[in-house]
């Protein structure tokens, strides 16, 4: 089945809402910091002024250690 695509998601014109791409950086965040990792870094994101660039590249650089 093919269909033609005028306006992709996330584009210009029609840009993802917040929960959106939240939920878009969830799915692809989780394999790799795993929960607690990923909100972490959405909370730092959520608070920016608030946190220096340190804790956002250090959220971000953290691995998920995988138990086998």
Known sequence: REATVLRARGGPGAPLSAAEV???FR???V???GDAGAERVIEIVGA???HRA???AAA???QRV???
Do not use: I, M
């Open 31 to 33: 394999p790799a910091l």
């Open 48 to 50: 920016l002024e608030r």
């Open 27 to 29: 799915a692809n965040a």
């Open 66 to 68: 995988s138990a086998g």
């Open 22 to 24: 939240e939920a878009k």
């Open 54 to 56: 340190a804790d956002l």
């Open 60 to 62: 971000l650089a953290a």
